[in-house]
């Protein structure tokens, strides 16, 4: 059975980076897209961004700018970075797994990590 | 972006009854659709991908339909567990957009 197990600070102050990391259990790593999105009460789901086993990247043009996503496939993990975090930055982020496309369809996340509060606050 | 809305916001219910959402979409997608139900303190769940096909170990009373820009996710009969939020997602163009959410009641 996958698990995804995330971690990370949960208080950051105003201009910090928000720093989380994502370990995949019990699965493999490759033949997905490992994806992260973030809940808040405002904006609901967002989809952030996600990366593959091969380093291909897809980016949410919203926050590109300062977001960077990276994985170690050593360790079956993936990372997210975002930069100068704000109070509008504040919300539960996920990991979460998609399997791609495929001829025959397209899929949603079926794998999800637990959640990780993140608050922005100086 | 494609926008995603839902409606109705919220439904109360009982136990036994029929409930369909609707979830629409501002522009076409090839109906790759996806449905979760998210309960409080937790992450969301896939019921359905692709609009109408039933994710592995989800119960036969959840059921999609619809293509283009309109989408349903019904509930057969309900059951007091299936009270929780229900999203819907358009899961083939970037960036992915999910809809705002419909809170499920029990009465």
Redesign the interface.
Known sequence: QVQLQQWGAGLLKPSETLSLTCTVYGGSFSGYYWSWIRQSPGK????IEEINHSGSV?????LKSRVTISLDTSRNQFSLKLTSVTAADTAVY?C?R?KP?DVT??????Q????IMVTVSS | DIQMTQSPSSVSASVGDRVTITCRASQSFNNWLAWYQQKPGKAPKLLIYAASSLQSGVPSRFSGSGSGTDFTLTISSLQPEDSATYFCQQANIFPFTFGPGTKVDIK
């Open positions: 609901g789901l967002e989809w897809n980016s949410n043009p919203s996920y979460a998609r496309c369809s397209c899929y949603g996340f079926d999800w990590g637990q959640g």
